[in-house]
């Protein structure tokens, strides 16, 4: 997927205020317009343009795409770091959109994390409940297990009085449900927007990501991870340490197992009703032959063990 350097195709620095991305988006509308345009390339141009207003004319989407950095070229290769919208607090209720005019990687920013369903509106004079807010929070895979209570910081997009987008940060104590999921939303009733006239305030729903793990893989409430054995372990049996995000536990390893065989340790994902599993998936790894005892004990393997490892595929 190609990176689009949207302040580029609008010819504007990125500390460009939001009247002149205003200004730059009129005069190249007038350029590239398909039926006054006589570039050959009027309508890609147009469409690019388009797109880039999209953003840079938003301040929720300008600042989320700020946040990606300046040091991308137009055309690279991109891919999103995992986390790299995570704690930017934006408005409105509704987080999809019909972007199929726009590009995969507008769609892959902005097609299932931002958009503005508007105020909820209350009854009669001039007042407004608040918008409701939504942002997305990680956590440690281990805060699922046991719950607890969290400072999250969360940035918001503002227009200070130059025009120029800039970031807000707020900091909530948040209290973290034991047995919560990714996806999950927790929500913080009146953490929104504040409403007009006597309007209530939005909420605010904080989706639940959890950080990379170095180990652990989710799926649900179930969790994978590999757990490395020595051939004499995988072949005649043996009980072994395997670390669970709660810590180790012994763990029997059957006589005859093979590499990528699971081993189910039932209930121990992430709690729930019901709770998950926790799969250790076999690897078998080989000891190095880094010494004349260890060359010599492979020789001898080889001389007396009668084992073909390809003969399955009748060779």
């Known amino acids: 997927m190609d990176y689009k350097d949207y302040y580029k195709i609008m010819g504007l620095e990125r500390k460009a205020s939001q009247d002149e991305v205003k200004r730059a988006y009129r005069k190249l509308a007038r350029k590239y317009h398909p039926d006054v345009s006589k570039e050959s390339n009027a309508e890609a141009l147009f469409k690019d343009l388009g797109e880039a207003y999209a953003v840079l004319k938003d301040p929720e989407k300008r600042a989320a795409y700020d946040q990606l950095g300046a040091n991308w070229k137009a055309g690279q290769d991109f891919q999103p770091p995992p986390d790299w919208d995570a704690g930017f607090e934006f408005s409105g209720g509704n987080r999809g959109g019909d972007y199929s005019a726009h590009s995969d990687f507008f769609e892959t920013l902005f097609g299932h994390g931002f958009g503005s369903a508007g105020a909820g509106r209350g009854g009669g004079g001039f007042q407004a409940r608040g918008e409701?807010?939504?942002?997305?929070?990680?956590?440690?895979?281990?805060?699922?297990?046991?719950?607890?209570?969290?400072?999250?910081?969360?940035?918001?997009?503002?227009?200070?009085?130059?025009?120029?987008?800039?970031?807000?940060?707020?900091?909530?104590?948040?209290?973290?449900?034991?047995?919560?999921?990714?996806?999950?939303?927790?929500?913080?009733?009146?953490?929104?927007?504040?409403?007009?006239?006597?309007?209530?305030?939005?909420?605010?729903?904080?989706?639940?990501?959890?950080?990379?793990?170095?180990?652990?893989?989710?799926?649900?409430?179930?969790?994978?991870?590999?757990?490395?054995?020595?051939?004499?372990?995988?072949?005649?049996?043996?009980?072994?340490?395997?670390?669970?995000?709660?810590?180790?536990?012994?763990?029997?390893?059957?006589?005859?197992?093979?590499?990528?065989?699971?081993?189910?340790?039932?209930?121990?994902?992430?709690?729930g009703t019901p709770p998950g599993d926790l799969y250790a998936e076999v690897t078998i790894t080989l000891p190095p032959a880094d010494s004349d005892d260890a060359i010599n004990l492979y020789r001898k393997m080889e001389d007396e063990l009668t084992y073909n490892p390809r003969k399955t595929l009748g060779v």
């Open 132 to 271: 409701d807010h939504h942002a997305k929070v990680l956590i440690n895979i281990e805060e699922a297990y046991h719950g607890g209570t969290r400072d999250i910081a969360l940035r918001t997009p503002e227009i200070d009085s130059s025009g120029h987008v800039t970031t807000k940060q707020r900091t909530l104590s948040v209290k973290i449900p034991k047995g919560v999921k990714q996806g999950q939303r927790i929500r913080l009733p009146g953490q929104g927007a504040p409403g007009i006239g006597d309007g209530s305030a939005g909420d605010l729903y904080l989706e639940i990501e959890f950080h990379p793990h170095k180990i652990y893989k989710v799926e649900g409430r179930d969790i994978y991870f590999d757990l490395p054995v020595a051939p004499w372990e995988a072949a005649l049996g043996a009980t072994v340490k395997a670390p669970t995000p709660e810590g180790p536990v012994d763990l029997k390893i059957p006589k005859g197992t093979s590499s990528g065989r699971k081993l189910r340790l039932k209930k121990r994902g992430i709690p």
